[in-house]
């Protein structure tokens, strides 16, 4: 090796070692808003706490997200089994950057009676019931899987927890109770309608509305689903 070369490497390796003493010597590029939160602590403890910080907000909107879905899937699904009129449904309205939109809708009683069959009988298609479905699969479980943070994890955990519970609820017990009412036809073909073991005969055989059975059978609907919506309410405000 000539005595250039032996230099050019000394050199090389003076130079460095410079550089890396100069990067022990530079701070960190402060984000303000840390330098501002607690300004006498070092900038890494400053960091964790804004870290900090960010996750709960992430768990507020996420949580604030998720039980403002639920109030207008139970508000609209059970004040149709529950309002003997028509009512206030409750939408949210993302798209147009209001958190709460209304229109009117009917109630069961209104679609017996008056459409003459259950229009409105979809639970599995219904489109709040369907935004909570989206919101479980593009919030819960993809930031599941995308985050390391147990905090995080926990809220996730806790709201898929609940979720299942209810939909359980919704789509099996409730909706097997509920079954009989999808027999109601436009035709009035089926005068007898048994809801858990009980007959009603609300329709009479020229058609028209017998009014004490047909009353008895909607205040039996009423008194179903009103403990379902005590379950699922009591499952939501567990922590």
């Given at each position: 090796?000539?005595n250039?070369e032996?230099q ?9 070692k410079?550089?890396?003493d ?9 984000n ?5 939160i607690?300004p ?13 910080l ?9 949580e604030?997200k998720?039980?403002t ?6 508000y609209?699904?059970?004040?149709y089994?529950?309002t ?8 949210y ?23 003459y069959?259950?229009t409105v ?11 909570l479905?989206?919101?479980r699969?593009r ?7 995308s985050?390391?943070n ?21 789509s ?14 436009c035709?009035?073909t089926?005068?007898?309608?048994t809801?858990e073991?009980?007959?009603?005969k ?5 058609d028209?509305i017998?009014k004490?059975?047909?009353?008895r ?8 689903v009103?403990?379902?919506k005590?379950?699922?309410?009591d499952i939501?405000?567990?922590?």
């Amino acid at each position: 090796m000539s005595n250039y070369e032996v230099q050019t490497i000394k050199n090389n390796d003076i130079l460095l070692k410079q550089i890396e003493d100069l990067k022990k010597k530079l701070k960190p590029v402060e984000n303000p808003i840390i330098t501002k939160i607690l300004p006498f602590l070092p900038y890494d403890v400053n960091r964790n706490i804004l870290d900090k910080l960010d996750i709960q907000k992430q768990i507020y909107l996420l949580e604030k997200k998720f039980y403002t879905l639920f109030d207008i899937f139970i508000y609209n699904k059970f004040s149709y089994y529950t309002t003997d009129k028509p009512y206030r449904k409750k939408s949210y309205a993302e798209e147009t950057g209001q958190e709460w939109a209304y229109g009117e809708s009917d109630s069961l009683k209104d679609d017996i009676s008056d459409r003459y069959d259950i229009t409105v009988f979809d639970y599995p298609n219904n489109l709040h019931y369907e935004k909570l479905s989206k919101f479980r699969y593009r919030q819960i479980v993809n930031t599941y899987n995308s985050t390391d943070n147990y905090d995080l994890k926990k809220c996730l955990e806790n709201m898929a927890e609940k979720w299942d519970k209810i939909h359980h609820i919704l789509s099996d017990e409730m909706f097997d109770d509920l079954q009989p009412l999808s027999n109601i036809d436009c035709y009035r073909t089926n005068k007898i309608i048994t809801l858990e073991g009980e007959n009603f005969k609300i329709f009479k055989s020229n058609d028209a509305i017998n009014k004490k059975q047909f009353d008895r059978l909607i205040e039996n609907v009423k008194s179903l689903v009103i403990n379902y919506k005590r379950k699922i309410v009591d499952i939501l405000n567990q922590d």
